[in-house]
């Protein structure tokens, strides 16, 4: 139960992280890379979806992709520092 609780409070950070990065990045203008332009073109063509009614929406994707990767990269931060002071408190606790 405890590790299960661990698991869901590392679930709640990341998506919190990955939101807190979104908003921080999202409103400074750039311009959307060509693989991910390119990457959402083909999973839309995959999906039978090839032509969108609203060209802004291609905008919406890149961002949801850039909320996707940020939870991501927040899970692999805090994934790391849980293995990290998991392994400082034993070593600290042996002593």
């Known amino acids: 139960m405890k590790q299960l609780a661990c698991v869901a409070g590392l679930v709640v950070m990341s998506f919190m ?8 990045l999202a409103p400074y203008p750039m311009e959307m890379p060509l693989f991910l332009y390119y990457a959402i073109d083909f999973v839309l063509r995959l ?3 090839s032509d969108l009614n609203n060209p802004e929406d291609m905008e919406t994707l890149g961002v949801t992709c850039l909320l996707v ?4 990269f927040s899970a692999l ?8 002071l998991r392994r400082h408190f034993v070593r600290f606790l042996r002593r």
């Open 17 to 24: 992280g990955g939101h807190w990065l979104t908003r921080a």
């Open 47 to 49: 999906t039978g979806n």
């Open 69 to 72: 990767a940020n939870c991501l």
């Open 77 to 84: 931060v805090l994934v790391c520092c849980w293995f990290g």
